[in-house]
């Protein structure tokens, strides 16, 4: 699967910068990359050391910023720089200063729209990467009418997405292995093989991981029988903000990822478990916009990563800066894609916005004309308003039946029981040329 880094000696005495300044360059380099030994053993080429001396140096300086976080089995990592860096960005960033940038919207119904998407978004990618088959479109059609899953994969969805609620809803509560076992039932219900595996943790130890492909095992979670002392520990580790040793809460927040990932407590849904462990913790440490973020979007599209990460760290010795540095990357990738979404969305209000000039038209109502504007050959019914800005259906008849009065649409009835709404003939005379 990877190539395993050399058995080495580490020794104490890093090259001094003085006597070899690129030597010293490449190795803030590596790690700040947190780069794994395959990567690593490229890079030697031009400062002077053989590929194995320079991993000696890399392991060096990396054992000398090393935080021990779960002694049982070794877990540890290397605080570098970029980790620092990075974690006060995002304290800047996910925190309540961030409403000063103006493109997040001041609205409430709007807040709630977006919210409700990046849900969607999260639930729909999250149980993607366990196996869950089907499009967005109908996943999201499915959540939006709520309708009763059809098959698995749809269930794994709404699973995701009735958690996330339930998370939401109790982030300020003390987490208890009690309600692990809730989180992973929410999670899983429906969906294993054999029912009495929802909420529960395993009671066997014929659970590995492996490559679906060539059947290698790489890695065995630990003995079924510590278990439960793990829910206790782990319970302490997610509660506790004063254990002697301050982590920053959001390396805190991925280390609890990786460890239930790393224990593996459940037969089936230890990965969904443990994303939305992490998105727990990080509400409960009042970091809000990750609310807001697909983050299991960004880390579906580099699923290969996402799982070398644990790979590396295992290899390593347990060495748990790839995934605190991989996971990092996500989260500034998942907050950047919120920005471009949120300037979308402004930009689309913005637009919206300019047929408030034909007078007595509400908000609701210039994006209904901006719609219809963008897609000149939409029909859209009551119920499609509806789910769009969340209101009953009798509002959103409303606000078309408004257009219809202005001429703006006109109503159809395209089946003989249902009724539609079109542009009108006159619309573009009525809206005028708006760019």
């Known amino acids: ?80 720089d970029r980790m620092q860096r990075m974690c006060h ?78 998370i939401a809803e109790n982030k300020h509560k003390p987490l208890t292995p009690e309600l692990l076992l809730k989180v992973h039932s929410l999670m899983t219900d429906g969906t294993l093989e054999n029912h009495e595996d929802v909420g529960r943790f395993r009671t066997h130890d014929s659970i590995v991981v492996g490559n679906s492909v060539t059947g290698e095992i790489v890695h065995r979670p630990p003995t079924h029988e510590c278990l439960s002392a793990f829910a206790e ?8 903000s004063s254990s002697g040793l301050f982590l920053h809460p959001v390396i805190k927040g991925i280390i609890i990822h990786f460890i239930v990932a790393y224990y593996h407590p459940f037969v089936d849904g230890n990965g969904r478990t443990a994303r939305a462990l992490f998105y727990w913790y990080m509400l409960k440490e009042n970091y809000w916009l990750v609310e807001y973020l697909s983050i299991s979007r960004v880390i579906y599209k580099s699923k290969a990563r996402y799982e070398k990460s644990f790979l590396y760290a295992e290899s390593d010795g347990n060495d748990l800066g790839y995934f605190i540095t991989y996971n990092l990357d996500v989260l500034a990738k998942a907050f950047d894609g919120l920005k471009k979404y ?10 919206a ?82 760019q």
């Open 353 to 434: 916005d300019r047929f408030m000039h034909l007078g007595d038209i509400s908000r609701q109502q210039s994006e209904i004309i901006r719609m219809y504007y963008d897609n000149g050959d939409i029909a859209l019914e009551a119920k499609d308003i509806a789910l769009q800005f969340r209101v009953s259906r009798v509002t959103a008849k409303s606000y078309l039946d408004g257009l219809a009065a202005k001429g703006i649409l006109t109503r159809i009835q395209p089946n003989g029981r249902t009724h539609a709404y079109v542009r009108s003939d006159n619309f573009d005379k009525i809206i005028g040329n708006i």
């Open 1 to 80: 699967m990877i190539e395993q880094p050399p058995h080495i000696k580490i020794e104490n005495g890093v090259t001094d910068d003085r006597s070899n300044p690129d030597l010293m360059d490449r190795i803030i380099h590596i790690n700040n990359e947190y780069l794994y030994w395959s990567d690593v053993k490229y890079r030697a080429k031009g400062v002077g050391v053989s590929a194995e001396e320079l991993w000696r140096q890399v392991k060096n300086v990396r054992l000398m910023r090393d935080v021990i976080v779960w002694p049982e089995f070794g877990l540890h990592f290397s605080l570098t």
């Open 233 to 240: 520990r782990l319970c302490l580790f997610f509660n506790s």
């Open 342 to 351: 949120l300037q979308k969305k402004q930009l689309e209000r913005t637009r």
């Open 89 to 166: 960005e995002f304290d800047l960033n996910f925190g309540g200063s961030w409403g000063a940038m103006k493109l997040f919207p001041q609205d409430k119904v709007n807040q709630e729209l977006y919210l409700i998407s990046s849900i969607m978004e999260e639930a729909i990618s999250s149980s993607q990467m366990e196996g869950a088959v089907t499009t967005r479109e109908a996943a999201k059609a499915m959540l939006r009418k709520r309708m009763e899953p059809r098959d698995r994969s749809q269930r794994m969805i709404f699973n995701n997405y009735q958690t996330i609620q339930f």
